[in-house]
């Protein structure tokens, strides 16, 4: 995917089959908007037609030239199916909505050379320029060695390889889509992809193909060298820090210059069959596009959905200092509980419940799977259930857990799918991210955007996101229900609860 912003208009282009909810035959399928949440389907603006891309146009990025141009950057494959790297200019800049692309003459830019493997060589990075030359990253792997190629040209056509990746990791396999971008140390304000320094830190993120999810680190960028140094702070691979647990996939950011923000764009999978999606028509979804600061403690980014997403919001219900002891199920009336935005603060009146932390435990989403909802804690598990049916045969809830360790008590955001829909053939997997967060003052927030069959929900003010993509059956429209609950043995105050039924945007 490649966003971007120009003359006032936000570009999204997008891969897409405009013959079938499968994959082949891919686009890139072209929207614009005025702000980000009300969108209008163009034209796609890249077919196959190409010798150097006619078996395929493949994701990509935008870069706005200093000239004021945007140009494209993106993948081809041509006839011997290796893949490439060309670009694409607007045919009229005068048109505000750039409908039409051309591919000049002098493409592709990039071969896979000697040595890099042209079958995993793709998704040309947007472009940075630093000390006379343009650089690009693009992804691959060699053997099962995950790399971010350099590329660097004067201007912008003639490219060299640098001598050195950006960066490598092992037995992360082929990465996708990555993306790097600096991160200011202090305050939410987004900064555009060239601006370097030392009030910076860098973020380089990849989509692992063998995973099929995003991870992140956050370090230095040590442009004498073109090298990525990650900090210590986080498991550099894929046990790393994720911009989202859940179904969450090719990822991209952007620079937002209108409103000075660096803006993640997200693509949520499907979860159901292929058969599924034929019959339906349509497969994969974005997520609700989310604003990306430096957590204050630098160690990772925080995230929260646009600002502009609050326009939505319509009839609205509260509640204050409400008691969830075990077993409570207390139902939010009001408001339209299959398109909602919720807000909720949790006060825990004692923590000496927590259960003990095992050490030895890694991986969030097998403890969440193994600690599931319905098994009883000290303190949580509590939280929400979403896109519940009246007698509860069908929910797929967001929920808190706490433990306590030798040094500072341990929080997971959990979401379970097991029970989201009756229907069979689902994946229906439990989700968990840890929330870096020392209750100090026993509260912990959690906003979930609800939209039917796909629920957003970020804990601690955006410090760990899950996306959950579901199918109810009985939980749709009016018959879907939302749910506070607690089903630990330590009572849970809700201090604050804020939810509003959500308007339907313009959509493609």
């Excluded at 870069?63 to 494959?77: A, E, F, Q, R, V």
């Excluded at 896979?112 to 493997?117: K, S």
């Amino acid at each position: 995917m490649a966003p971007m912003y120009y003359n006032g208009i936000y570009h999204f282009f997008y891969q897409y089959n405009p013959k079938g909810a499968v994959w082949g035959n891919i686009v890139w399928a072209h929207s614009v908007s005025k702000d980000m949440i009300n969108w209008e389907a163009l034209e796609p603006a890249l077919y196959p037609s190409q010798n150097f891309d006619i078996n395929g146009v493949w994701s990509g990025s935008a870069t706005i030239l200093p000239s004021n141009k945007p140009i494209i950057l993106y993948t081809g494959l041509d006839p011997k199916d290796r893949q490439v790297q060309s670009y694409a200019v607007p045919a009229n800049l005068s048109d505000p909505y750039l409908r039409k692309w051309i591919k000049p003459g002098d493409n592709p830019l990039v071969y896979p050379e000697e040595g890099v493997n042209a079958s995993a060589f793709r998704d040309p990075t947007t472009a940075w320029w630093l000390n006379g030359h343009w650089r690009i990253l693009v992804g691959s792997k060699r053997h099962h060695r995950g790399i971010a190629y350099v590329y660097r040209s004067r201007d912008f056509i003639h490219w060299v390889k640098a001598k050195h990746p950006l960066h490598s990791v092992p037995y992360t396999d082929m990465w996708e889509c990555p993306d790097f971008y600096p991160v200011l140390l202090s305050g939410k304000e987004g900064l555009d992809t060239s601006l370097q320094g030392k009030h910076v830190k860098h973020v380089l993120k990849v989509s692992s193909d063998v995973a099929r999810y995003d991870y992140y680190t956050v370090g230095t960028y040590l442009t004498d060298k073109d090298r990525y140094v990650p900090d210590n702070t986080s498991v550099d691979g894929l046990d790393g820090l994720r911009y989202d647990y859940g179904n969450f996939y090719a990822s991209k950011t952007f620079f937002d210059p209108a409103k000075k923000r660096r803006v993640l764009w997200g693509w949520v999978n499907e979860s159901d069959t292929t058969e599924d999606d034929v019959e339906k028509g349509w497969a994969g979804i974005q997520a609700v596009p989310r604003t990306v600061w430096l957590d204050p403690n630098q160690r990772q980014l925080m995230q929260w959905p646009i600002e502009e997403l609050e326009a939505l919001r319509g009839q609205n219900v509260k509640m204050s200092q409400q008691q969830l002891k075990i077993g409570d199920h207390i139902e939010v009336k009001g408001i339209t509980a299959a398109q909602a935005d919720v807000e909720v603060t949790f006060y825990i009146p004692s923590l000496n419940k927590a259960e003990q932390f095992d050490p030895s435990w890694r991986n969030a989403q097998e403890i969440c799977g193994k600690k599931g909802l319905k098994v009883e804690g000290g303190v949580g598990p509590f939280g929400l259930l979403t896109l519940a049916s009246r007698n509860l045969e069908e929910y797929t809830p967001f929920y808190f857990r706490v433990f306590k360790s030798s040094k500072k008590h341990v929080v997971l955001l959990c979401s379970d799918a097991t029970s989201s829909s009756l229907k069979d053939g689902l994946y229906k997997p439990s989700f968990g991210g840890f929330v870096d967060v020392d209750l100090a003052d026993k509260k912990l927030s959690l906003r979930s955007l609800i939209d039917h069959s796909v629920v957003e929900s970020f804990a601690a003010e955006g410090k760990t996101c899950i996306t959950s993509r579901v199918y109810p059956t009985l939980a749709l429209f009016e018959d879907a229900h939302l749910f506070a609950f607690n089903h630990g043995t330590e009572s849970i105050n809700v201090e604050n609860f804020n939810a509003w039924s959500m308007k339907k945007p313009r959509m493609n």
